[in-house]
């Protein structure tokens, strides 16, 4: 790999070993002394009136904003990024008073709920022609905390007029251009959270080897890779290991160490996977082991209890099992004890059908929209498993009738599966025409007390 690429590539790198990676690295490239924090503070004002919010579940998604001067915001989440349902909020930055640079703002957004972190890193874009830099000036991107607190520096991606941001907790983000003297300056504010503090220190490695790279007369450390491996050994060997067992006893704390554990591993393999394999291992054995613990003590709280709030948790654990392969150490049958389950919603990629079905073994029925409007779409069990199922939709001159049977695998599981085999006709002036179809949709448990808890 030559070393354009490899600096590109570790980009991603960056922010994962910043977040796991305190002050004091024992390297010799980037080996400093602890100075004393001297973070700058800024002052955020947001545009309320053009914020976006939109409940995010496990299955991903994304959510877009944008600000009053047309510049667009889109936040992607991935699968199983998060363990629950959250209401994600992008809200639009207009001005930031105290910025240290005299380019001014690209453009920026605060996201909420501030603090949480991610299991998988969500991509945010800024869509701006401002993006492209102005004679004389850099793109780059920054961070904070809370209403401006902690300003720092960190890596991105441009991309003509979009800049890419990797994120994995949530906080303020933005970007602006600012000369290569300004971003000096602020090399040299230390932020108070170490974290940060290192995130901002890399991105300066990580420029200075991109202009070695870019300029003639420059050396790129010929070390580089060989340097990045050490970050990523020393962040393991100190912030990883050390929190592993507490996940196995502290549920309350697992959440953010899993996070984090997982940040390492998910990107470090990428690179270093041979390197650091033994590393990478004991992180899954011991993240899996930590979802099945805290699991069954969920469970065991609900039985005390009996909050659905608790089979929420315990999904989510479910969710994560998956990506660790541990999903077969689990005991499903608990979900639905916790407390019993009583109904199941729509949770498919057919975004047209809604609607929560309590009991699979009496009529029920879906809410289907399509050009012809809304309609129920209407199911006769015969049992649990089988059943017909049928809808009638009318616009004009035209209707449009489908009868059919279907059949439910996955009783029992997270996820049932309803396949309908309809013979669809459609009539019309023109007269009549038929056929048969085949599709399906997908249940989840409820995580909430629509069908009436006992």
């Given at each position: 790999?030559?070393?354009?690429?490899?600096?590109?590539?570790?980009?991603?790198?960056?922010?994962?070993?910043?977040?796991?990676?305190?002050?004091?690295?024992?390297?010799?490239?980037?080996?400093?002394?602890?100075?004393?924090?001297?973070?700058?503070?800024?002052?955020?004002?947001?545009?309320?009136?053009?914020?976006?919010?939109?409940?995010?579940?496990?299955?991903?998604?994304?959510?877009?904003?944008?600000?009053?001067?047309?510049?667009?915001?889109?936040?992607?989440?991935?699968?199983?990024?998060?363990?629950?349902?959250?209401?994600?909020?992008?809200?639009?930055?207009?001005?930031?008073?105290?910025?240290?640079?005299?380019?001014?703002?690209?453009?920026?957004?605060?996201?909420?709920?501030?603090?949480?972190?991610?299991?998988?890193?969500?991509?945010?874009?800024?869509?701006?022609?401002?993006?492209?830099?102005?004679?004389?000036?850099?793109?780059?991107?920054?961070?904070?905390?809370?209403?401006?607190?902690?300003?720092?520096?960190?890596?991105?991606?441009?991309?003509?007029?979009?800049?890419?941001?990797?994120?994995?907790?949530?906080?303020?983000?933005?970007?602006?251009?600012?000369?290569?003297?300004?971003?000096?300056?602020?090399?040299?504010?230390?932020?108070?959270?170490?974290?940060?503090?290192?995130?901002?220190?890399?991105?300066?490695?990580?420029?200075?080897?991109?202009?070695?790279?870019?300029?003639?007369?420059?050396?790129?450390?010929?070390?580089?890779?060989?340097?990045?491996?050490?970050?990523?050994?020393?962040?393991?060997?100190?912030?990883?290991?050390?929190?592993?067992?507490?996940?196995?006893?502290?549920?309350?704390?697992?959440?953010?160490?899993?996070?984090?554990?997982?940040?390492?591993?998910?990107?470090?393999?990428?690179?270093?996977?041979?390197?650091?394999?033994?590393?990478?291992?004991?992180?899954?054995?011991?993240?899996?082991?930590?979802?099945?613990?805290?699991?069954?003590?969920?469970?065991?709280?609900?039985?005390?209890d009996k909050d659905i709030k608790h089979r929420t948790t315990m999904i989510g654990?479910?969710?994560?099992?998956?990506?660790?392969?541990?999903?077969?150490?689990?005991?499903?049958?608990?979900?639905?004890?916790?407390?019993?389950?009583?109904?199941?919603?729509?949770?498919s990629s057919l975004d047209k059908i809604s609607g929560i079905v309590c009991d699979?073994?009496?009529?029920?029925?879906?809410?289907?929209?399509?050009?012809?409007?809304?309609?129920?779409?209407?199911?006769?069990?015969?049992?649990?498993?089988?059943?017909?199922?049928?809808?009638?939709?009318?616009?004009?001159?035209?209707?449009?009738?489908?009868?059919?049977?279907?059949?439910?695998?996955?009783?029992?599981?997270?996820?049932?599966?309803?396949?309908?085999?309809?013979?669809?006709?459609?009539?019309?002036?023109?007269?009549?025409?038929?056929?048969?179809?085949?599709?399906?949709?997908?249940?989840?448990?409820?995580?909430?007390?629509?069908?009436?808890?006992?």
């Amino acid at each position: 790999m030559n070393q354009s690429r490899l600096v590109d590539k570790l980009l991603a790198v960056t922010l994962i070993i910043s977040l796991t990676l305190g002050c004091g690295l024992a390297t010799s490239t980037l080996q400093v002394a602890t100075p004393t924090p001297n973070p700058v503070t800024l002052e955020v004002n947001v545009d309320e009136a053009h914020a976006s919010s939109a409940v995010i579940s496990p299955d991903g998604g994304a959510i877009t904003a944008q600000g009053a001067d047309g510049t667009k915001y889109t936040l992607l989440l991935p699968k199983y990024a998060l363990s629950n349902d959250e209401t994600i909020t992008l809200m639009p930055i207009t001005a930031i008073d105290g910025l240290p640079f005299s380019g001014g703002l690209v453009g920026g957004v605060q996201m909420s709920p501030e603090g949480l972190r991610l299991f998988q890193p969500a991509i945010l874009t800024i869509d701006s022609p401002k993006t492209v830099a102005a004679s004389g000036f850099e793109t780059v991107a920054f961070a904070y905390h809370q209403n401006g607190e902690g300003f720092y520096l960190k890596p991105s991606e441009a991309k003509g007029n979009i800049l890419e941001l990797e994120v994995w907790h949530f906080s303020g983000e933005g970007s602006a251009q600012a000369t290569p003297a300004e971003i000096q300056t602020q090399q040299q504010r230390i932020p108070s959270n170490a974290e940060d503090a290192f995130t901002q220190r890399m991105r300066d490695y990580l420029g200075r080897e991109r202009q070695a790279q870019q300029f003639p007369g420059q050396n790129p450390d010929p070390e580089f890779e060989e340097q990045m491996g050490d970050f990523a050994r020393e962040a393991y060997d100190r912030f990883i290991v050390p929190q592993l067992p507490v996940a196995l006893q502290d549920c309350n704390a697992a959440p953010a160490i899993l996070s984090k554990a997982n940040e390492w591993s998910k990107q470090v393999q990428l690179l270093y996977k041979q390197r650091l394999q033994a590393e990478i291992q004991q992180i899954h054995e011991t993240l899996g082991q930590a979802i099945v613990v805290c699991y069954n003590k969920e469970y065991e709280q609900c039985v005390i209890d009996k909050d659905i709030k608790h089979r929420t948790t315990m999904i989510g654990y479910i969710q994560q099992a998956s990506t660790f392969g541990v999903e077969g150490q689990l005991d499903f049958t608990k979900i639905e004890k916790c407390p019993p389950n009583t109904g199941w919603k729509v949770n498919s990629s057919l975004d047209k059908i809604s609607g929560i079905v309590c009991d699979l073994g009496s009529p029920f029925a879906l809410q289907l929209a399509s050009g012809w409007g809304s309609f129920p779409l209407s199911f006769t069990p015969s049992s649990p498993e089988t059943g017909t199922s049928s809808y009638t939709a009318s616009s004009g001159n035209a209707s449009e009738s489908n009868n059919g049977t279907y059949t439910v695998e996955g009783i029992g599981t997270q996820e049932i599966t309803i396949s309908i085999h309809d013979h669809a006709c459609l009539t019309s002036t023109g007269g009549t025409a038929c056929a048969d179809m085949d599709w399906s949709l997908t249940l989840a448990p409820l995580d909430t007390n629509e069908c009436g808890q006992p």
